[in-house]
């Protein structure tokens, strides 16, 4: 089952009872969005993540985590204006209570945007919430052994591209099997266009997501409709 809401994540992750997902995965809007609907001339913006943001963003999932269970989340190093990203995330979920398992490395095929040192690659936060009773070690294993790099993976097909940031399914898909087993219970709090609750739905995991702008929601359940 796919929940994909037009709805505020802070506000439903305030509203969303403790404990109750077995993975977060996401890619938080570390910079500000803006969508344009052509056919209504609607043009919407949301904010960019300020430092405040950072800590309630990890206390949020870290509260909605099952205990010994995992969460992704997406980062970059620096952003346009200079900001530790890498760091500034970090630092929060550790100060929230996660465990620092693992960075991975994906290395995309397509160089980003701007100039000098562009970046081709995106590190991704692989965290534990620890279960407290019994050590920092006992949490849920994951599927496969795997190399931090992640490297294979194909980029967005033209046809299927659009957002800013849109990851491929393949990828979503292969992290998600690697954390959860069917029928479990996923969450992707900004989930743009919804790329990685159409990867838990392809294998048959429930999951959740919000997108606050209405054109990627929509954009995004005409993925669903067509590529589940
Ligand atoms: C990095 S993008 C996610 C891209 C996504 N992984 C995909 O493949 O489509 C982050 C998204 O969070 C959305 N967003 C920003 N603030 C939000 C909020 N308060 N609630 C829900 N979504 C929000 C942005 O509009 C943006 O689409």
């Known amino acids: 089952m796919i929940n994909f809401l037009n709805a505020d994540a802070w506000v439903e992750m305030k509203n969303t009872p403790s404990e109750k997902y077995h993975l977060i995965i996401t890619d938080p809007p570390y910079m500000k969005y ?3 609907s052509q056919t209504e001339g609607e043009h919407a913006i949301s904010g960019v993540f300020s430092p405040t943001d950072f800590d309630r963003f990890a206390m949020n999932i870290f509260r909605l985590l099952k205990v010994s269970r ?9 952003d346009q204006d200079k900001r530790d990203i890498y760091g500034m995330t970090l630092h929060a979920l550790k100060k929230a209570g996660f465990v620092h398992n693992q960075t991975l490395i994906w290395t995309k095929r397509n160089i980003g945007m701007g100039t000098g040192w562009r970046a ?12 407290v009773n019994q050590g920092v070690s006992a949490y849920r294993e994951f599927a496969k052994s795997h190399s931090n790099l992640l490297k294979d993976f194909p980029s967005v097909p033209a046809e299927r591209m659009v957002h800013p940031t849109q990851k491929p399914v393949e990828l979503g898909v292969f992290l998600i099997r690697q954390s959860t087993d069917e029928g479990e219970l996923v969450l992707d709090p900004f989930a743009g266009v919804g790329t990685f609750l159409l990867a838990a739905g392809q294998i048959k995991r429930n999951v959740v997501g919000y997108e606050i702008l209405p054109e990627f929601w929509k954009k995004g359940l005409y993925l669903m409709k067509h590529f589940v």
């Open 34 to 36: 803006t969508s344009r």
């Open 70 to 78: 995992h969460a992704y989340v997406f980062t970059q190093f620096v």
């Open 120 to 131: 081709q690659l995106e590190p991704i936060l692989v965290l534990t919430k620890p279960n």
